[in-house]
């Protein structure tokens, strides 16, 4: 669902994506909670799937439009692990507007049902999540250039043709210019690095690929 | 022949140094039968001997709980969590040595980085994307003797090597070999795979590490920045360091009370050396020395000789990588904060209205409840035998109970 939503944006064409609560689940979050027994968690559990579910959905309520027209992203939701709140069940939503360079932080309490607090500020940024990992692999392989390339290298790898970003191995990490030469823009926007595996186990060298998911844009350090 | 060893050994003390080894020789014997009677038969209250510590209810659920009471005695009980940026995060952490009460050491402990630069100044990664994302599911070969928790943790037993030695003049020796309960998950990042792993000791200590492996990334340098690999000498493998940085709340018997302590000894070239305690009253940054060791001590709570019970620090095998301006959180080995539920990573920290890096964490605030950063550095000049899979390079520091029980339990 996530990468279809992903393709058509790309395409151009990503004005309406159906969105319904099961899409606000962050791709690939809760499995450890998703596989155990259903049971009523303590307050020092991990949340469980339904949790997750449930504290997406409650965060994201005022963001429905620009979710579906892909402009904010639910990236995941983590435990509020703060001391002052032990007894509580909380969780904290991360969402980011690619338009405005947001991160928006809403903290849910689980049972209350409601949105206890929210932080909204430019220049901090979460790691990647999955989904963004492949809209990133998306937009590289959009890239006339290393597009390309990536395809090449897959097929040389033994891995046939390559259908989609998701028959790459993918690990993101954010880039900041900081100490490295690089787009002055991703100190406000959101960069990632993409580790991008091979069928075989070998890795493409993409140490010097940036992608700017928020500008859309590949750029290459050069260093 | 060991008897006449010990015999001659003896003697050679008694010769050489009649006024120390006079009290020397009491003081082990003598000090026992003079603290006891010091110490009420009935602890102070609100101390980790005292009586009638009710079991307070288990903090998390059957599939996040541990509780491993290893061969000789010594109990471990904590919660773990794969929580989606920190990875495996290991809460609400108690000791219980053998005869004694519970005592609660740390409220959380993850990595809170892993900063990659390689020499020739680019690239320069920090590895702590999210990590719960990138938990490799362990085989049952991977946690030898363990159980997996929902695929990615393990949770297992292994041996430590000798406890203790110590022979028995005409008896037989008196030995004992140790245990750790080991708690682990792997980390794909990249090229690299990341061991992360706590091992719990049934002495009470606690060795955090992480360990590298997976393959090289395969990046070509200068000769001056790397070491030739390959066939002949074309390709430089390119040198980087692994700066690992961990988050420690601890809270010794709850948050009130814990108080951070650095220990030095002055003295050099000198016969005498002195130790030197520095209380930290507000929020510091410190450097590795060779002897320099910190405690987190929690003066409200004793041990049966009457004496604070402490978790103590040692840093000590650092590479110690001090970078550019710009990355000033490189520039300090221990990092002592108050705690801030917002301050979760040591660089690229994810929380909005909170500082960004654990250096800028330091800002005057007065110490209430510490917090310690305890940042590892190792340094990688690639090898032929690092190709290929990388055989895991390790690092990590240690945590030991100092006072913790008036003599060892075990």
């Known amino acids: 669902m996530g990468r279809q939503r992903i393709v058509m944006a790309l395409a151009g064409a990503g004005a309406v994506v159906v969105v319904g609560a099961a899409l606000l689940l962050p791709g690939g979050q809760g499995s450890q909670a998703a596989e155990a027994a259903p049971r009523e968690p303590v307050p020092g559990d991990p949340l469980t799937g339904a949790e997750i579910a449930r504290a997406g959905d409650i965060a994201s309520a005022t963001s429905r439009a620009h979710m579906a027209a892909g402009r904010v992203n639910l990236l995941y939701v983590e435990r509020d692990d703060g001391k002052d709140a032990e007894e509580r069940r909380r969780a904290e939503a991360y969402l980011y507007d690619y338009a405005t360079d947001r991160l928006i932080v809403r903290t849910v309490d689980l049972g209350r049902g409601t949105v206890v607090k929210e932080s909204v500020t430019r220049g901090v940024q979460p790691p990647p999540s999955k989904a963004e990992e492949v809209r990133a692999a998306e937009l590289l392989l959009a890239d006339p250039q290393y597009g390309t390339g990536v395809r090449e290298a897959y097929t040389r790898a033994g891995g046939g043709q390559l259908r989609s970003a998701s028959d790459l191995g993918l690990r993101g990490l954010i880039f900041t210019p900081g100490q490295e030469n690089g787009p002055r823009r991703c100190a406000t926007h959101r960069c990632v690095r993409l580790f991008v595996r091979l069928p075989g186990g070998t890795w493409l060298d993409t140490s010097r690929i940036v992608v700017d998911l928020s500008a859309k844009k590949i750029h290459t350090l050069e260093w | ?410």
Not at chain 2, 16 to 40: E, K
Not at chain 2, 270 to 282: E, H, Q
Not at chain 2, 356 to 372: A, C, F, K, Q
């Open chain 2, 1 to 410: 022949m060991s008897l006449r060893l010990i015999l001659s050994c003896a003697m050679l003390a008694g010769v050489l140094g009649p006024a120390q080894t006079a009290s020397a020789a009491q003081g082990p014997l003598a000090m026992p039968a003079a603290r006891i009677p010091a110490v009420p038969a009935q602890a102070p209250q609100g101390t980790a001997v005292a009586p009638a510590v009710r079991a307070p209810a288990a903090p998390c659920s059957a599939p996040y709980r541990i509780d491993r009471t290893l061969p000789n005695g010594a109990r471990w009980q904590l919660c773990w969590e794969m929580r989606t940026i920190e990875g495996l995060t290991l809460n609400k952490v108690v000791y219980t040595p053998k005869g004694n009460r519970p005592v609660s050491v740390l409220r959380s402990t993850a990595l809170a980085q892993i900063h990659v630069p390689y020499d020739s100044g680019t690239p320069r990664y920090h590895d702590i994307g999210a990590l719960g994302q990138s938990a490799i599911p362990l085989l049952a070969a991977d946690c030898p003797g363990g159980e997996r928790r929902e695929q990615s943790v393990c949770v297992t037993t292994r041996p430590r090597g000798h406890a203790y030695l110590k022979s028995g003049y005409e008896e037989p020796s008196t030995s004992a070999q140790g245990h750790d309960l080991v708690v682990f998950a792997a980390f794909q990042v990249g090229w690299y795979t990341y061991l992360v792993e706590w091992a719990f000791s049934d002495d009470g200590a606690i060795t955090p590490r992480v360990g590298a492996t997976g393959s090289l990334a395969g990046s070509t340098t200068t000769a001056g920045h790397g070491w030739p690999i390959g066939v002949g000498s074309r390709d430089f493998e390119e040198s980087h360091s692994h700066n690992v940085f961990w988050r420690l709340d601890f809270d010794i018997q709850g948050k009130a009370g814990d108080v951070v302590e650095q220990y030095d000894f002055s003295g050099t070239r000198t016969a005498k050396r002195k130790l030197k305690r520095t209380t930290f009253t507000k929020e510091a940054k410190a450097l590795n020395r060779r002897t320099r060791w910190w405690r987190v001590v929690d003066r409200g709570v004793r041990n049966a000789d009457g004496h604070p019970v402490s978790w103590e620090l040692n840093n000590s095998d650092s590479s110690q990588y001090r970078g550019p301006a710009g990355e000033a959180f490189t520039r300090a080995d221990v990092y002592v904060t108050d705690y801030r539920s917002c301050e979760r990573l040591a660089t690229v920290n994810p929380a909005p209205r909170c500082a960004g890096s654990v250096d800028r964490y330091v800002n005057g605030e007065r110490l209430t409840d510490p917090v310690l950063w305890v940042n590892v550095g190792y340094h990688h000049v690639p090898r032929d035998e690092d190709a290929d899979p990388m055989p895991t390079h390790w690092q990590g520091f240690r945590i030991t109970p100092r006072d913790v029980t008036a003599k060892n339990p075990h």
